[in-house]
């Protein structure tokens, strides 16, 4: 009967299968013969080899096999493994994850897309490395945090996989960024001392002026508000309001994402007047030398910067002594019945250290040499205070980096020991220098020139300016090597040849003047340096049409060549608080050039000053002042190729640059060896930019005059033949250096002056 024969079909198939699973399931141990790896792509075969639990020769057993796929799937490089037996072969089937051939962003507008692509391989996503969903949505979520910190709230990210051949993928990151959320709305809840407007002047977020676009002022920040809150504090702790608080802070987000209001509530408290200050604790028997430090006035309301101030003040002090780790306390006593306090400064100067090692840190292009060079703290010396703020004020003052700071860490297992570490942040130290001023007579005029005062990193400068103008042709190449030796001696080496001509026609004559010069400078304090140099020059007066009668009558007495070896000397003091822009401190440079030797003998000075002074917050008042004489030696006259100008930027501003001075009797202007020149100016940060110093507005009045005795000067050195001018201008601290835009009306001017109302020049602070 045939049911009775599929029947036993049926069961011999049931108990093949059964074995075939229980096969599957469980193999019996067996000592491995060889080891085959199948699926590699890109993975080196040693990868699999050194991560599997069983080599050739050991027993193989389900544990081991188990241990295999785990410790493989650990590695993070396979998206399956399968671990097959062949008789006495263990085969290892591995699939490989793709791995990322490009990626690419499309619609990215507020970045450059070199920082999102930085911060995709700082989550692991990169060109060349395992692609993983993982990290696919890791990468999503930090392009949105950093939208987020740009305030752009309604940005959004879709992200597309596309696979190529050799198991690789395309990643696309396409990016709708929105509007960015704008402040349209700022309260402060609980005030009642001061108004509204004058809190809300106080913060650098806002809601929109016309400056926004430049500031984004505008733009939500959590730092900038936290920021904001703090100078709020200050605000009130300088005016006595010692218990001052800030209760809470709102932000709230408008449903499209792009409008945002916040809310500030605060409690003033009363205002304390102090009633007394004493100290307390350990000041190393200089009490007298400590209370000549405190700012905190009795009788006056609290103040927390004359505090914060005094408090610093302490901890410098000791710190000058090698206490570099002093303790100073301002602790309030409150007497709240009559708003008094009482203030106890409590010091613990803790122990004496010194420096075991100096670190240099940020520094990705200038070599470490250039910052320590400038240090005036020692190793293996006593911390001194003094000193490290000395060096930090050096390294600063080199220019060559936009933020210097010092820490302090202290030695494990040396309680009598730091480190110092200088932190600085690199900025690009080549400038360019570009003048440029438009007349109706004349058109329009340019200079141009390039510097790199720290080039390759190793702290000297490399010069060269270059005019091609038919007019004004200079070529001019400088070199500073600032420590030529170990002391701190520099030195200067200067390349030049110039031609100037009033026109561009060949026919009229022009002025030729090549020379080298050796300069060296040696300083005597922190602040001082006196420099002394030689030069060799020669001048061509070439005749020509329209030859002016004073240079004609000087090269029919001398010749129309003139050879100088000029000896320099000077001496420089600058305490400004910033080279390139300054609200406090003083310069001063004196040079003299002095050629005793050669058809041209004669004696040149020029002095400068610089004053500022903060007259505000904001406010900056500026005095600049150059006084320029020369004279000739023996029966000579001064070479009127020495001569000085007068007009433009560095001078009177609204004349034309080097436009106004003594004429001769045929009515050229021919400079005189006489100058005077006074700038006044009021430096602000232009509305709308905060407090920011590196865009400032000012307003000026310039005061000058270029005058001489001798070449039959038609105009003398006096107070008649002063120019002078008056107004406004921007000043902007550009990638390319200070560049200054000014708008000028004479005040006093002669006839046949040249007027040049509207000038710019880059690479100048006054």
């Not at 996989?161 to 402060?188: C, Q, Y």
């Not at 100016?681 to 232009?686: H, I, K, Q, R, T």
């Amino acid at each position: 009967m045939p049911f009775p024969r599929f029947h036993t079909i049926a069961l011999g198939a049931l108990a093949a299968l059964m074995l075939a699973g229980q096969t599957a399931w469980s193999i019996s141990p067996f000592t491995v013969r060889d080891i085959r790896v199948e699926g590699l792509q890109r993975v080196e075969p040693g990868t699999v080899f050194v991560s599997l639990p069983v080599r050739v020769g050991d027993t193989y057993d389900d544990d081991k096999g188990a241990d295999a796929i785990r410790k493989l799937f650990a590695l993070g490089l396979f998206t399956d493994v399968r671990v097959d037996v062949h008789g006495d072969v263990l085969v290892i089937v591995v699939q490989e994850r793709p791995t990322v051939a490009a990626t690419e962003l499309i619609g990215v507008k507020e970045f450059d897309k070199d920082v999102l692509l930085k911060a995709l391989r700082e989550v692991g996503l990169s060109e060349g490395r395992h692609f993983d969903k993982a990290q696919l949505d890791r990468a999503e979520q930090e392009l949105k945090r950093q939208y987020l910190n740009r305030s752009l709230y309604a940005a959004e990210v879709q992200t597309t996989v596309t696979p190529i051949e050799r198991n690789r993928v395309n990643l696309s990151f396409t990016v709708a960024e929105g509007e960015p959320a704008k402040i349209t709305d700022i309260r402060i809840v609980g005030n009642k001392v001061f108004d509204l407007a004058t809190l809300r002047n106080l913060l650098e977020l806002d809601t929109g002026t016309w400056m926004s676009w430049y500031t984004k002022s505008n733009r939500y920040s959590r730092a900038k508000l936290n920021a904001d809150i703090e100078t709020l504090r200050s605000y009130y702790l300088s005016r006595g309001y010692l218990e001052f608080k800030v209760d809470s802070t709102q932000v709230a987000i408008g449903t499209n994402k792009t409008d945002i209001g916040i809310t500030i509530n605060i409690s003033e408290g009363e205002r304390f007047i102090v009633s007394g200050v004493k100290l307390a604790g350990n000041y190393l028997s200089k009490d007298d030398e400590f209370k000549s430090l405190v700012r905190i006035r009795p009788g006056q309301a609290y103040n927390g910067d004359d505090v914060a101030k005094t408090t610093k003040a302490f901890t410098d002090y000791f710190g000058n002594f090698g206490y570099a780790f002093a303790n100073v306390q301002a602790k309030p006593e409150l007497d709240r019945e009559n708003n008094r306090v009482s203030l106890v400064l409590q010091a613990d100067p803790s122990r004496r250290a010194y420096v075991r090692k100096l670190n240099v840190a940020g520094n990705t292009r200038t070599r470490d040499v250039v910052v320590r060079r400038e240090f005036r703290q020692l190793e293996s010396s006593w911390y001194d205070g003094d000193k490290i703020r000395a060096s930090r004020d050096r390294v600063d003052r080199l220019g060559y980096f936009g933020d210097v700071s010092v820490e302090t860490q202290e030695v494990a297992g040396a309680p009598d020991q730091v480190d110092l570490t200088i932190n600085v942040t690199e900025k690009p130290t080549g400038s360019l220098s570009v003048g440029a001023g438009y007349s109706s007579g004349d058109g329009l005029g340019l200079s141009f020139g390039l510097k790199q005062d720290n080039a390759f990193g190793s702290g000297n400068s490399l010069g060269v300016q270059v005019n091609t103008s038919k007019i004004n042709r200079v070529v001019v190449l400088n070199t500073t090597d600032p420590y030529f030796t170990e002391d701190g001696v520099s030195r200067t080496v200067d390349i030049y040849h110039k031609t100037s001509s009033p026109y561009q026609d060949q026919d009229y004559y022009q002025l030729v003047t090549s020379g080298l010069g050796l300069r060296f400078g040696v300083p005597f304090t922190e602040i001082d340096t006196v420099y002394f140099g030689a030069g060799l020059e020669k001048t061509t007066i070439v005749p020509g049409t329209l030859l002016p009668t004073s240079y004609q009558t000087y090269a029919d007495e001398y010749g129309y060549d003139s050879a100088a070896l000029p000896l320099t000397l000077g001496w420089a003091r600058d305490s400004r608080d910033s080279a390139l822009a300054p609200t406090n401190g003083r310069m001063q440079r004196v040079s003299a050039e002095w050629s005793f030797i050669g058809d041209a003998r004669y004696v040149r000075t020029v002095y400068q000053f610089q004053q500022y002074v903060p007259l505000s917050n904001k406010l900056t008042g500026a005095l600049n002042m150059e006084l320029g004489w020369g004279d000739a030696m023996g029966d000579r006259s001064f070479p009127i190729f020495k001569n000085f100008y007068g007009g433009g930027l560095g001078s009177v501003r609204g004349f034309e640059q080097g436009s106004f001075g003594p004429k001769d009797i045929s009515g050229s202007t021919v400079g005189g060896s006489r100058k005077f020149t006074l700038n006044m100016e009021v430096l602000s940060p232009l509305p709308g930019t905060g407090n920011d110093r590196t865009l400032r507005m000012y307003g000026f009045m310039d005061v000058g005059m270029v005058g001489g005795s001798d070449q039959g000067l038609a105009i003398n050195a006096d107070a008649n033949s002063l120019r002078s001018s008056a107004g406004v201008g921007i000043s902007w601290i550009s990638p390319v250096g200070p560049l200054r835009l000014a708008f000028a009306k004479p005040i006093r001017k002669f006839d046949g002056d040249k007027i040049q109302n509207m000038q710019f020049q880059i690479g100048t602070s006054f």
